[in-house]
């Protein structure tokens, strides 16, 4: 991310953000922020965000889980020199294999896509996305 090489939306409709400090990027919010800061902040805004790269076919399937219950999460994707910003950013106790891809749910790490089919098929999915508000109520498909 660090530029933005054209301002056309991604192929699945999502808005690409920049984190890497930098003044010429328009979506560039506080050049004063870190990047670790700058996630840190990410996570703490959004109640559904997936931290991925370029392509990844995992956050693909992560985020077609998601949107078949209901949920449209916000999906930054990392450049490489970004990934170890991520790993810096997520609390040391909280690691569990950081990196990309990883989604977190209500400002907590959830974990990859393995994990997050985990929580979906052990029935929990859903009510922690009614917890943190990113689904109105418990009449959504499972």
Known sequence: MQGVKRFLPPSDGGVRLELSPTTASPLALDVSETTETRIQ???SENPV??????SCCMCHVMKRLLSTIGVHPTVIELEEDEI???SAAVDENDRGGAGAPVVFIGGARVGGLES??????SGHLVAKLVEVGALGG?????
């Open 41 to 43: 902040r990410l996570i």
């Open 49 to 54: 965000i997936i931290f991925s790269r370029n």
């Open 84 to 86: 170890g910003a991520l």
């Open 116 to 121: 997050l089919v985990a929580l979906h098929l």
């Open 138 to 142: 418990m009449n959504m498909v499972l």
